[in-house]
């Protein structure tokens, strides 16, 4: 059977399929982020990746985070991206670790300052910037939020 990304060659990146040195770089990452005792250590193990420069681990690896560790690492893709930039005023790229272990910070101190009107599991935050992005959250005037899930919850509090 054919590699399931030959057919699509932008998705193919051969530092994690064909180097040997990242898999195994990769495969301690990801254990030494199971057994993770504090949210310093997986920050850690984040630098010493990112320090490799292995091409393609974004994205999904912050997936595999955030089930790992919920209550550490909120979950990321383009839509929460641009949903924290548009709530915060800010410009953040995706692409970089340091952005993202940004972002978590100002998310998880958001998250600290609101945890009565949110969740431990920082799901819940992302999941706001997602809905900010994707305009099923309405923002008034710069502190003032309305949420509005699919008309079952409502929520308001300052940012």
Same mark, same amino acid.
């Given at each position: 059977? =054919?590699?399931?990304?030959?057919? !699509?060659? !932008?998705l193919?990146?051969p530092?994690i399929?064909?180097?040997?040195?990242?898999?195994i =770089?990769?495969?301690?990452?990801l254990?030494?982020c199971?057994n993770a !005792?504090?949210e310093e250590?997986?920050v850690?193990?984040?630098?010493?990746?990112d320090?490799?420069?292995i091409?393609?681990?974004g994205p999904?690896?912050?997936?595999?985070?955030y089930?790992?560790?919920?209550?550490?690492?909120?979950?990321?893709k383009?839509a929460?991206?641009n949903g924290?930039?548009?709530?915060? !005023?800010?410009k953040k790229?995706?692409?970089?670790w340091t952005?993202?272990l940004k972002i978590?910070?100002?998310l998880?101190?958001?998250?600290?300052k609101?945890?009565s009107k949110?969740?431990n599991?920082?799901g =819940?935050? =992302?999941g706001?910037c997602?809905?900010?992005?994707?305009?099923k959250?309405?923002?008034g005037?710069?502190?003032?939020?309305?949420?509005?899930?699919?008309g079952r919850?409502k929520?308001y509090?300052?940012i």
């Open positions: 059977m =054919a590699h399931p990304f030959y057919w !699509k060659p !932008k193919r990146i530092d399929y064909e180097n040997p040195n990242n898999k =770089a990769f495969g301690q990452f254990e030494n199971i !005792k504090t250590q997986v850690k193990e984040i630098v010493i990746l320090e490799l420069k091409k393609g681990l999904a690896v912050v997936s595999i985070l089930f790992l560790h919920p209550t550490w690492f909120p979950p990321f383009t929460i991206l924290f930039n548009f709530l915060f !005023k800010d790229r995706q692409g970089s952005e993202y978590r910070e100002r998880i101190e958001t998250n600290s609101h945890k949110l969740s599991d920082l =819940a935050i =992302a706001l997602f809905e900010i992005r994707t305009q959250m309405l923002i005037n710069d502190e003032l939020m309305k949420w509005i899930k699919s919850v929520t509090f300052e």
